[in-house]
């Protein structure tokens, strides 16, 4: 059974992602449309749906032995998920609340237009100024924290390379960098997915601390 899910994996990987948008947005229907607000069995549905990502990068893992593109889309689609996937749920969830409200021809309460333009002018701040370096700031943050706890996961499933100490780690790690069978876990396609990551990680560190010296100004209009 799990070959026949690894032989047919992207056609699962296909299936919860429809799944996934089928159900948010079918939440969000019954929510808005129909006043139906069952929070809780949506919550249940949306981490059983996560755990199915996560499910079949394990069983791709488990029956192939080897890391694979297949794992690392599921490892970003993950990311995404818990980085940025929550931003564009409230940008969604205010988009269709307004539509939903438009085709049933009814206007929404002060309060809701209130809370609604008040969440507007939250998110508006949040492009500029220090409060949008704050912003990066945070994302690369989670960035970093996810990248430790996975490498620590790396570690712990396939061992570390000894150095000495951590400036000879660090120095074993930077003459390794051309031969990814070496350094610094004991599986290759392991040591490839960490240089690749790093490199994405220093990128998103430079483009997030950029603004916290140069902070993004607002155009104005002439």
Same mark, same amino acid.
């Given at each position: 059974?799990?070959?026949?899910?690894?032989?047919? *994996?992207?056609? +699962?990987?296909?299936?919860?992602? !429809?799944?996934?948008?089928?159900?948010? !947005?079918?939440?969000?229907?019954?929510?808005?449309?129909?006043?139906?607000?069952?929070? =809780?069995?949506?919550?249940?549905?949306?981490?059983?749906?996560?755990?199915? +990502?996560?499910?079949?990068?394990?069983?791709?893992?488990?029956?192939? &032995?080897? +890391?694979?593109?297949?794992?690392?889309?599921?490892?970003? $689609? #993950?990311?995404?998920?818990?980085?940025? &996937?929550?931003?564009?749920?409230?940008?969604?969830? =205010?988009?269709? =609340? #307004?539509?939903?409200?438009?085709?049933?021809?009814?206007?929404?309460?002060?309060?809701?237009?209130?809370?609604?333009?008040?969440?507007?002018?939250?998110?508006?701040?949040?492009?500029?100024? =220090?409060?949008?370096?704050?912003?990066?700031?945070?994302?690369?943050?989670?960035?970093? #924290?996810?990248?430790?706890?996975?490498?620590?996961?790396?570690?712990?499933?396939? &061992?570390? /390379?000894? $150095?000495?100490?951590?400036?000879?780690?660090?120095?074993?790690? !930077?003459?390794?960098?051309?031969?990814?069978?070496? +350094?610094?876990?004991?599986?290759?396609?392991?040591?490839?997915?960490? *240089?690749?990551?790093?490199?994405?990680?220093?990128?998103?560190?430079?483009?997030?601390?950029?603004?916290?010296?140069?902070? /993004?100004?607002?155009?104005?209009?002439?």
């Amino acid at each position: 059974m799990l070959e026949w899910i690894a032989s047919h *994996r992207w056609w +699962f990987f296909i299936a919860v992602e !429809i799944s996934f948008w089928v159900l948010v !947005i079918g939440f969000l229907v019954m929510r808005y449309g129909f006043g139906i607000r069952s929070h =809780r069995v949506f919550l249940w549905l949306l981490a059983l749906n996560l755990l199915s +990502f996560l499910a079949l990068g394990i069983i791709d893992f488990r029956e192939t &032995g080897q +890391f694979s593109t297949f794992q690392v889309v599921v490892v970003v $689609a #993950l990311v995404y998920s818990v980085t940025y &996937g929550p931003k564009d749920m409230k940008r969604l969830d =205010r988009y269709m =609340r #307004l539509k939903i409200a438009r085709w049933k021809g009814e206007s929404l309460p002060p309060e809701e237009e209130a809370r609604l333009l008040e969440e507007r002018e939250k998110e508006e701040k949040r492009k500029y100024g =220090r409060l949008h370096a704050r912003e990066q700031r945070r994302g690369w943050y989670l960035h970093l #924290l996810l990248f430790l706890i996975a490498h620590f996961v790396f570690a712990t499933l396939f &061992g570390w /390379k000894t $150095a000495s100490g951590i400036g000879g780690w660090v120095e074993t790690w !930077i003459d390794t960098w051309n031969a990814p069978e070496l +350094f610094p876990f004991r599986k290759e396609e392991v040591n490839q997915i960490s *240089r690749i990551w790093t490199l994405i990680l220093l990128i998103d560190g430079i483009n997030s601390f950029y603004y916290t010296i140069f902070p /993004k100004q607002k155009k104005h209009m002439n």
